[in-house]
């Protein structure tokens, strides 16, 4: 298996405009996982996601953010309009049921929202 | 303040030393206790993690528990370049708590090993 897969890697846009990221969990995965990276506050969840649906949604910081997993293999994160404070380096990573510990990650997306 | 607490560093050590990772916790209900390690720009891998008290040791990776301390250590023998990176520690509640998909992360050390 390739590993959790995110796309773009690298993402720079203009306050204002809609930002679409997108990840590929690794296949069998029941479990998904949206988490941003920033120096002041490290890692964060934002949103978990099981066998395609959203569980726990509590980390989004606000309306602007949205997530959906239409079905096992795909999943995106939108931001909607975006801001400079969102810029942050955005991950995803899935895991089985009972691996309870063991996520796996993706490389993440660098957003820049200048 | 933060359930989980880790000292950012950086921690600069030559080749061979041992290193010692450290993270506090407050909260009590957590029972999963995971050591991830991040290389620049890539994305976090698990090293190893432990459920509940005690040690666990994985070549020159050793994972330690001390709950009554809410205090969790990663020690790196005979450290080696290609260690350098950022550690983060995580830790999750267990099954019986509904909490237990939360991972929480502590905000990594940057350690790097000088040859």
């Known amino acids: 298996d390739a590993g959790v897969i995110q796309s773009p890697r690298h993402e720079v846009t203009e306050m204002g405009q809609e930002v679409t990221l997108r990840c590929k969990p690794i296949?069998?995965?029941?479990?998904l996982f949206w988490y941003r990276q920033t120096m002041m506050r490290g890692l964060e969840l934002l949103i978990y996601?099981?066998?395609?649906?959203?569980?726990?949604d509590s980390g989004m910081p606000e309306d602007r953010f949205s997530a959906k997993m239409p079905n096992a293999s795909f999943s995106t994160l939108k931001i909607q309009p975006s801001e400079p404070r969102d810029s942050a380096v955005y991950f995803c990573?899935?895991?089985?049921?009972?691996?309870?510990?063991?996520?796996?990650f993706g490389q993440g997306t660098r957003l820049t929202v200048v | 303040q933060k359930e989980v607490e880790q000292d950012p560093g950086p921690l600069s050590v030559p080749e061979g030393a041992i290193v010692s990772l450290n993270c506090t916790y407050s909260?009590?209900?957590?029972?999963?206790f995971m050591w991830y390690r991040q290389y620049s720009r890539k994305g976090p891998e698990l090293l190893m993690y432990?459920?509940?008290?005690g040690n666990k040791e994985d070549g020159r990776f050793t994972a330690q528990v001390d709950k009554s301390s809410k205090y969790i250590s990663l020690f790196i023998r005979d450290s080696q370049p290609s260690d350098s990176a950022t550690y983060l520690c995580?830790?999750?509640?267990?099954?019986?708590?509904?909490?237990?998909?939360?991972?929480?992360f502590g905000t990594g050390t940057k350690l790097q090993v000088i040859p």
């Open positions: 990573a899935s895991r089985q049921e009972l691996k309870r510990a063991e996520a796996f």
């Open positions: 296949s069998g995965h029941d479990y």
């Open positions: 996601f099981n066998n395609n649906v959203p569980i726990d």
């Open positions: 909260n009590s209900a957590f029972q999963y």
């Open positions: 432990t459920y509940s008290s």
């Open positions: 995580a830790m999750s509640e267990g099954p019986e708590s509904g909490g237990y998909q939360k991972v929480t």
